[in-house]
C-alpha cells in the first residue's frame, strides 16, 4: 500500500538526524555521513512512495546509508588509512538502535562552534533544510553559507569526542535553546531585507523545539521556550498590514490572532508553574500569555510585566531585557521614568536600532515631538530591516505632520 508523499516526507525530516547520529557516532566523518544520509533518504522518498512503507523505516534508512557510505570510503584508494582508522572504531551494538536526535542537537551546539556556524548547522543537519534554504533565510549567498556550514564540520571533525560525555548537563541544554530562540527571532522579524518575517524560519524552530520537548518533556525551560514561540507567532497575522508594513502591538486587531495557539502557549506554561517561574524563557513566555490574554492594549497587565521584566534581568541580564523593562517602566510610571532605564543601556546599545525606536516612542508619549523625530530618523538609518524602516520613518512624519499642524 502506497504512502501519501506528505506523510513520507514529514517522517523522512523526523528520521533524518537519528540515521545522521547513528553513522556520525559509528563512523566519525560528518561529511561522508550526511552525503549518505541525503543519498538514503532520496531513495526513500522514491521506493516509499511507490512500493510504501517498509516495516522498519529507520533500519531501512540506516542500512541503505551505511552501505552508501561504505562504497564511497571504499572507493577512496587515497584516504586508506583513514577508511581503516574509521572501521575499527568500537561502537557498541546497541548504539544503532538508539535515537541520536537529542545528540545532534548537542553536536550542532559544540563549544568548538561559532554562533553562526551553530545556527546553520542545527539547521541542516537536524532541521533537514537544504544550503540554498539557509542561506535564503539569513539572506547571505549560498556559498558563503556552504562555506560557513564546512568549516562547522572541519571543527567537528578536528574534535577527539564531539559526543563528548555530559552533553545533556544544563549548559549544553541551555546553548540549544539559544541556538533555537535565535533561530525563531530572525524568522519571527527578520534584521534585514524586504520582507517582515521569515515564517519559514519561525516554523522550523517551532517545529525543532518540539521535537526537543519530545526528548526532553520535564524540562521546563524547554516548554518554556516552546510557549514563548507559540505565543508570540499566534500574533503573526495581525503583525502587517496589505502590503507587509509593520502594524505595533497596540494598533493590531487582535481578532486576527491566532487562538487555538494562544491557548496551547498558554497550557504549556502552565504545566511549568508547579516547578517554579525561575527560568528566563519560563518568565519571557509569561510575559507573552500576558499581553495574548489582553483582549485590549488598555488591559494588558503592565505591572506584573514590569515585574517578570525585573525579574529576567536580576537572573540573566542583557541590555536588550533592560530596553523591554524600560518600555513597561513607561507604561507603569510614565515616560520619563522609562526613559532614564533606557539611558541606563545606551553604550551596549548605541548601534542597535532598537534603542533609538523605544527612545522615539517614550519621548512621543512624553508629547515630546521633536525629539521622537530625531530618534525615529536615527532608528531607520540604523536598521537593515525594510519594514522597520519605512515604519520608522512613517511614525516621524506624521510626527511632522501633527506638529506643524
Not at 503583525?239 to 497550557?267: A, F, K
Request: charged share 25%; net charge neutral; hydrophobic share 40%.
Amino acid at each position: 500500500m502506497t504512502e501519501t508523499l506528505p506523510r513520507i516526507e514529514d517522517l523522512l525530516r523526523e528520521l533524518s538526524p537519528q540515521v545522521l547520529g547513528v553513522l556520525v557516532r559509528r563512523f566519525g566523518d560528518f561529511d561522508l555521513a550526511e552525503d549518505s544520509v541525503q543519498d538514503a533518504l532520496l531513495a526513500a522518498s522514491t521506493q516509499w512512495h511507490h512500493e510504501g512503507l517498509p516495516d522498519n523505516p529507520r533500519g531501512w534508512l540506516i542500512q541503505v546509508a551505511q552501505r552508501r557510505m561504505a562504497d564511497a570510503v571504499r572507493a577512496e584508494v587515497a584516504r586508506r588509512r583513514r577508511e581503516t582508522t574509521v572501521f575499527v572504531r568500537d561502537v557498541p551494538a546497541e548504539a544503532v538502535d538508539r535515537d541520536d536526535t537529542l545528540d545532534m542537537y548537542f553536536l550542532c551546539v559544540h563549544p568548538d562552534l561559532p554562533p553562526a556556524g551553530a545556527v546553520a548547522l542545527t539547521l541542516r543537519a537536524v532541521g533537514g533544510l537544504s544550503t540554498a534554504e539557509i542561506a535564503a533565510a539569513f539572506l547571505v549567498p549560498e556559498s558563503t553559507m556552504g562555506q560557513r556550514i564546512s568549516r562547522a564540520k572541519k571543527r567537528l571533525a578536528e574534535s577527539d569526542r564531539p559526543f563528548a560525555d555530559g552533553a545533556h548537563d544544563s549548559t549544553r541544554v541551555s546553548a540549544v535553546l539559544q541556538v533555537l530562540y535565535v533561530i525563531f527571532t530572525e524568522g519571527h522579524t527578520s534584521s534585514s531585507g524586504a520582507g517582515l518575517r521569515r515564517g519559514d524560519l519561525s516554523a522550523e524552530a517551532i517545529r525543532l523545539t518540539r521535537a526537543l520537548r519530545t526528548l526532553l518533556p520535564e524540562n521546563t525551560e524547554v516548554t518554556g521556550l516552546l510557549a514563548l514561540m507559540l505565543l508570540t507567532d499566534a500574533r503573526r497575522a495581525a503583525r502587517s498590514g496589505p502590503h507587509g508594513e509593520l502594524i505595533p502591538l497596540t494598533e493590531q486587531d487582535r481578532s486576527r490572532w491566532d487562538r487555538p495557539q494562544i491557548t496551547e502557549g498558554l497550557r504549556l506554561l502552565t504545566a511549568t508553574l508547579p516547578a517554579g517561574l525561575t527560568g528566563p524563557y519560563q518568565m519571557q513566555a509569561a510575559i507573552a500569555g500576558l499581553h495574548a490574554e489582553a483582549r485590549r492594549p488598555e488591559d494588558t497587565d503592565w505591572p506584573r510585566i514590569l515585574l517578570l521584566y525585573t525579574m529576567i534581568e536580576r537572573s540573566t541580564p542583557n541590555p536588550m531585557i533592560t530596553l523591554n523593562r524600560a518600555v513597561a517602566t513607561a507604561m507603569v510610571h510614565g515616560p520619563a521614568a522609562g526613559l532614564a532605564v533606557a539611558d541606563s543601556v545606551a553604550e551596549p546599545l548605541s548601534r542597535s536600532h532598537r534603542l533609538a525606536a523605544v527612545r522615539g516612542h517614550l519621548h512621543e508619549m512624553a508629547g515630546e515631538q521633536t525629539a521622537a523625530i530625531a530618534e525615529y530618523r536615527r532608528a531607520a538609518t540604523q536598521t537593515a530591516s525594510v519594514p522597520e524602516r519605512d515604519y520608522l520613518l512613517l511614525r516621524a512624519a506624521r510626527l511632522r505632520v501633527g506638529d506643524a499642524n
